[in-house]
């Protein structure tokens, strides 16, 4: 039946452009922003995983400057520490000498004193970004110090973010506050380190900084009338610091290895989650742009056929006609 109410030809027609409009409008979008799943209207469980995702890989990036800021910190108490085994190698050699026959000892004394200064401006320069695990001027012992070392999800959903502690007992130096808190302010016992012990305390320290709490015993320093024992004393009581800072040094050269392992590490899993979340949005581009060649193709035919359709119902007018 041929109708001038309905064209069921122009309908159809008109249904099967409005559907490659539809098509070519998503590959267009598509095209233009990459992505193939851009609003949660287009995937939503796509979108979702890709969304939290993304906020987590913003979570490492804070977290990989923050291993940046721990890493400059740790880098500069090793460096200033490292200085300070140089120089404190150097007192040991300066007592060394004194105990040679003829030398002049208060000479010797002087040179020590330099040292010392070196020493106190090493740990007092050992300061990144108003943190300086060396040199304590609180009345509190500076404490456990915490490098942001990486952001966890759980499987339940739950976050966390995990530390790298560092208890700065085992690094300061010198303690304005207590004396007996720093490695060169702290008095040690000579007699503990003897091999054949007295029972009697010969307390020895390196460094008299004016602590509100000082220590007592005895400075390390010499001069005309220091006899053999003292400078015996002074010696294994300054051995016995080095090896105590030794370890001190190796503890933060541990820290740093690990902070440019968990930074390397944070680094890669930035890039795989971006890798995974463009596996779920992004749009296959070679794949999209044949697709949009192809629609607009069947775009240029939709509008023929609905120009045919439409044409039809004309035809209808030539049986009226005289």
Not at 229 to 236: F, G, K, R, V
Not at 244 to 265: E, K, P, V, W, Y
Not at 269 to 294: F, H, P, Q, W, Y
């Amino acid at each position: 039946m041929t109708s001038i109410m309905t064209n069921a030809a122009a309908m159809a027609a008109l249904q099967t452009l409005r559907s490659i409009d539809t098509n070519l409008e998503t590959t267009q979008r598509r095209v233009s922003s990459g992505y193939r799943v851009e609003t949660a209207s287009d995937n939503a469980g796509y979108w979702s995983i890709a969304t939290t995702m993304r906020s987590d890989n913003a979570a490492l990036s804070t977290v990989a400057d923050a291993l940046g800021l721990g890493a400059a910190t740790v880098d500069t108490a090793y460096t200033a520490l490292d200085n300070v085994i140089e120089v404190m190698s150097s007192i040991k050699a300066k007592l060394v000498a004194a105990s040679e026959p003829g030398v002049d000892k208060n000479k010797i004394n002087e040179e020590m004193k330099q040292l010392k200064d070196q020493l106190i401006s090493s740990a007092q320069s050992a300061s990144f970004s108003g943190e300086n695990w060396l040199y304590n001027t609180n009345t509190n012992a500076l404490g456990t110090k915490e490098v942001v070392s990486s952001f966890i999800r759980g499987a339940d959903g739950t976050v966390q973010v995990t530390t790298l502690d560092f208890d700065t007992e085992d690094s300061v130096l010198i303690d304005t506050q207590d004396a007996s808190r720093g490695f060169l302010t702290k008095a040690i016992d000579a007699d503990a380190l003897s091999s054949a012990p007295t029972g009697t305390a010969r307390d020895y320290y390196l460094l008299d900084v004016g602590s509100a709490t000082p220590v007592t015993g005895t400075e390390i320093a010499i001069d005309a009338n220091t006899d053999t024992a003292t400078l015996d004393d002074m010696i294994s009581v300054i051995d016995d610091l080095l090896g105590q800072l030794t370890d001190s040094a190796a503890t933060l050269g541990a820290i740093t290895s690990r902070i440019q392992m968990q930074d390397n590490f944070v680094s890669n899993l930035m890039d795989v989650i971006d890798k995974g979340v463009g596996r779920l949005v992004d749009a296959d581009m070679n794949e999209e742009s044949t697709r949009l060649k192809a629609l607009q193709t069947q775009q240029q035919l939709g509008i023929q056929a609905l120009s045919i359709a439409n044409t039809s119902a004309e035809k209808l007018l030539t049986l009226f006609q005289n």
